[in-house]
C-alpha cells in the first residue's frame, strides 16, 4: 500500500518535530500495511527559495534513512513536496519537486478562496513535463459547494488525492471522497500524517471502510491504480463523470 501525502520527515515542517517521532511515525506506517511512501514537507515558494528548501530536505530525508536502516524498517521512499498553489508552479524550476519520474507533483489550493488561474496553471504545468495530484481535494469549501470545479480540473489531466482521516472522521468529507472515487474524480489516498497524535497514519482502515461499499473499486483494484499511477503506467485519469451537490454528493 502507498502512503502518498506525509509529514514524516524530522523537523522541516509542522510535522514530525524529532527523528524519534518520524520513526514512531514509519512504525505505525508498517503496521497498516504501508509499504511505499511519499515524503511531501510543506513548501511555499514565496517564503524560502527551493535551493533552501532542496537543501533542508535532503538533510532530512538522509537522517531519515539511515535510521530507518539502523532499525530495520523497510519501506521504500519517494521524495517530493506538498507545493503550495501559486503562479511559480509554471516554471521549470518546480518540476525538481517531483515524486516520479514521470513528473508526479503534490499540489496543495488555497483552503478558503479559489485562485482565478487554477486551471491555466496546470495546463502550463503539463506543458512543462508535470502531472498535478491535487491534495486532500476533500477539504477545499469552494470545492464541495461546486465539485463541477474538480470535475474540470481532472478532464484536464490532474489527479487527485483524499485524506484517510476525512474519510473517518468527518461525514461531509466521507461523502465528497466516496462519490469523488464512483465517479472517476479522486485516484489516491494519503494519511496527510504530522505526528502520532495529530493525524496519525490511518490508511489500513479507510480501505476497509471503502470495501463496505459495493459501488466502488475492490481494494486491490484502488492498490494497483495508485501503484500504477506512481510507475507511470498511466499519466492521466481515465474518463470521469461530473459530480454533483444534492442531498449530499451524487
Not at 72 to 100: M, Y
Not at 235 to 240: K, Q, Y
Request: charged residues 25%; contains cysteine; negative net charge.
Amino acid at each position: 500500500m502507498i502512503d502518498f501525502h506525509t509529514h514524516i520527515l524530522p523537523g522541516i515542517d509542522d510535522g514530525a518535530k524529532s527523528l524519534e517521532e518520524s520513526l514512531s511515525l514509519l512504525k505505525m506506517e508498517q503496521e497498516q500495511g504501508v509499504d511505499t511512501i511519499v515524503l511531501t514537507p510543506h513548501y511555499f515558494h514565496e517564503r524560502q527559495s527551493l535551493d533552501e528548501f532542496l537543501q533542508q530536505r535532503n538533510t532530512a530525508y538522509e537522517q531519515l534513512r539511515h535510521a530507518a536502516e539502523r532499525e530495520k524498517i523497510s519501506i521504500n521512499f519517494h521524495l517530493g513536496a506538498e507545493v503550495r498553489f501559486s503562479p511559480w508552479l509554471e516554471s521549470k524550476e518546480a518540476r525538481q519537486l517531483c515524486f516520479s519520474r514521470d513528473g508526479l507533483i503534490l499540489v496543495e489550493l488555497p483552503f478558503q478562496i479559489c485562485p482565478p488561474n487554477v486551471e491555466q496553471t496546470l495546463t502550463l504545468m503539463q506543458m512543462n513535463g508535470m502531472i498535478p495530484v491535487l491534495a486532500h481535494v476533500e477539504r477545499y469549501p469552494y470545492l464541495r459547494q461546486n465539485p463541477e470545479l474538480l470535475y474540470r480540473w481532472i478532464s484536464k489531466g490532474a489527479f487527485a488525492q483524499a485524506n484517510a482521516n476525512s474519510l473517518l472522521a468527518e461525514r461531509e468529507g466521507a461523502l465528497f471522497i466516496l462519490a469523488g472515487i464512483r465517479h472517476g474524480l479522486i485516484h489516491l489516498l494519503g494519511s496527510d500524517t504530522h505526528s502520532v497524535d495529530k493525524r496519525p497514519p490511518r490508511l489500513r482502515e479507510a480501505m476497509e471502510l471503502l470495501q463496505k461499499s459495493k459501488k466502488l473499486p475492490s481494494r486491490e483494484e484502488l492498490e494497483q491504480l495508485a501503484e500504477d499511477i506512481l510507475q507511470g503506467e498511466i499519466l492521466e485519469p481515465a474518463p470521469c463523470t461530473p459530480m454533483k451537490k444534492f442531498l449530499g454528493f451524487r
